[in-house]
């Protein structure tokens, strides 16, 4: 199986650190196959490297268990699937393939649980038991997909919330009858379900009922789903996009849960303290209050919050034939010259707290802030930017700052403005004389030029390229107001701010002497 759209999505937010456990009774190896493939891998590497965990047994859970990074050369964020009832991965590399004919396949065949007896009892998988009873006690569980009857995951946790109701009653601090029902979700370890028909199965509202009696209280049908999502919530997650079916699938729910963090972990990735403002700050006082109104820009429409985002398709998997987010191509693009963009790449803000805020305030500069216009859609916006495989950087149309002059404007990170190319592949129609090159990070203003060619590799023209930090762009400004100002009028006069920085004539020529008489004639 490949994984799903769900599976990426739920592996873009353990990049992101929300997630670090899964307990699945599933067999296949979609989640890890795309929690790797959010890190460029081709294939999930093995040994120390792996930053994925797979744990089927004791043996596996008492060696790493409490692993959290890798030990290979890179340190990666580690995610733990727990397949509780087995993995097909196994049948695989017991004896180099895929048969079930081998005898160690088929006696690890014993190990994988299908029938109703095999799931009744946890049998040898005690360690699973106490694992799944341990996360009741002290995490919050989301039960995604859980739709079947799971009897050992359904009983285990009616045990746990049993535990939980005698607890309540041997302690003297037992909570009195007049408390708000609604209170008892918002415990740290109240346990969510998502659900794709309207109504929860019997398995599901067995353990929402459980774990609501343990107060002691009744609950209506409504109060009891408060932590429930059913197939009527996707009016609210697709909102004009539902053809009026009570359905809500997994792919759609993994995407807006994703979409609405990716948000408000932004929002904090900008506070007053954060990395990206720091970046800014000694050239930019003003550098919070600027990055906060990019961020309204990409969030807020018509005065009103959009939690997925105004624009949620630049986090949409179905906006790119690659398999990828439009945005982490966008930071690809500007991060590295490699042509290739593997499916389901993945940069997360906590590895890039500067670099991805700079890319979306350019963007919001360059295209969103244009004379106050802010209401743009995402087919105009994905028109402007363009994340082909330029050795320059990501390209975006510069028109609205610097006219129809023949610039091309591109955003690249250093590693890229130091890798420039003598000769540039070339397609477009329009005219380019001049190519302007932001590069985020500090660096010291330069001009190059580089040979424009055809598909045919024959030469077009020379172009000059001017690579300018993106730091030199704003001033010192006070305010956002001037910020913005002198940020268009530094780049519409990029070539004063960058001729400093070159060696004048007089420094990079020598004397002509004559014969070696003093006097120099």
Not at 393 to 400: A, C, T, V
């Amino acid at each position: 199986m490949e994984p799903a759209d769900a599976h990426y999505y739920l592996a873009f937010l353990a990049r992101e650190g929300l997630i670090d456990e899964v307990i699945t009774t599933n067999y296949d190896t979609c989640i890890e196959e795309a929690y790797c493939n959010t890190f460029g891998f081709n294939k999930v590497p093995g040994g120390d490297d792996s930053p994925v965990v797979v744990i089927r047994d004791l043996s596996e859970y008492r060696s790493s268990g409490g692993k959290r990074f890798t030990e290979g050369k890179d340190k990666r964020r580690c995610l733990k699937v727990y397949k509780i009832n087995g993995c097909a991965n196994m049948l695989r590399t017991k004896c180099g393939k895929n048969c079930g004919k081998n005898n160690e396949c088929q006696e690890y065949c014993n190990n994988i649980l299908l029938t109703e007896k095999d799931l009744q009892d946890w049998g040898k998988r005690s360690w699973a038991r106490d694992l799944f009873r341990d996360r009741l006690r002290s995490r919050a569980l989301l039960f995604s997909g859980f739709g079947s009857d799971e009897p050992q995951v359904r009983h285990t946790a009616l045990q746990v919330c049993e535990e939980f109701a005698s607890e309540e009653r041997n302690t003297a601090t037992n909570r009195s009858r007049d408390f708000d029902e609604k209170e008892i979700w918002e415990n740290p370890n109240a346990p969510f379900i998502v659900a794709y028909e309207n109504t929860l199965s019997f398995s599901q509202t067995q353990i929402m009922r459980a774990y609501a009696s343990y107060e002691g209280v009744s609950l209506s049908p409504e109060e009891t789903n408060s932590n429930v999502f059913l197939g009527s919530d996707v009016h609210f997650f697709d909102a004009g996009g539902s053809s009026g079916e009570q359905q809500l699938p997994a792919n759609l729910f993994w995407k807006r849960l994703f979409q609405a963090a990716f948000w408000r972990l932004l929002r904090r990735a900008c506070g007053r303290e954060s990395a990206v403002v720091s970046f800014f700050l000694p050239v930019l006082p003003c550098a919070f209050a600027l990055l906060n109104e990019a961020l309204d820009w990409f969030i807020y429409r018509n005065g009103e919050e959009c939690i997925f985002g105004r624009l949620s398709e630049m986090l949409d998997l179905a906006e790119d034939r690659g398999g990828v987010i439009p945005l982490a191509r966008w930071v690809e693009r500007v991060r590295t010259i490699r042509p290739e963009i593997a499916r389901g790449l993945y940069h997360p803000l906590v590895d890039r707290p500067v670099l991805i805020p700079a890319v979306l305030l350019l963007v919001y500069l360059l295209i969103g802030n244009n004379h106050g216009k802010s209401d743009i859609s995402w087919e105009k916006l994905r028109a402007k930017i363009n994340a082909d495989d330029s050795p320059l950087g990501l390209s975006i149309d510069g028109r609205f700052v610097l006219g129809d002059t023949g610039v091309r404007l591109y955003i690249a990170h250093r590693n890229v403005a130091e890798q420039l190319p003598q000769k540039v592949s070339f397609s477009g129609n329009e005219e380019v004389t001049v190519v302007i090159q932001i590069v985020v990070g500090s660096w010291r203003a330069r001009t190059s030029r580089v040979n424009l060619v055809d598909g045919k590799g024959n030469k077009v023209r020379v172009v000059t390229v001017r690579q300018i930090s993106i730091l030199d762009l704003f001033g010192h400004a006070t305010s956002v107001p001037e910020a913005i100002k002198r940020f268009y009028e530094r780049l519409r006069t990029t070539f004063l701010l960058i001729d400093p920085g070159r060696a004048r004539v007089r420094h990079r020529s020598n004397p002509l002497r004559s014969g070696g008489d003093d006097d120099g004639r």
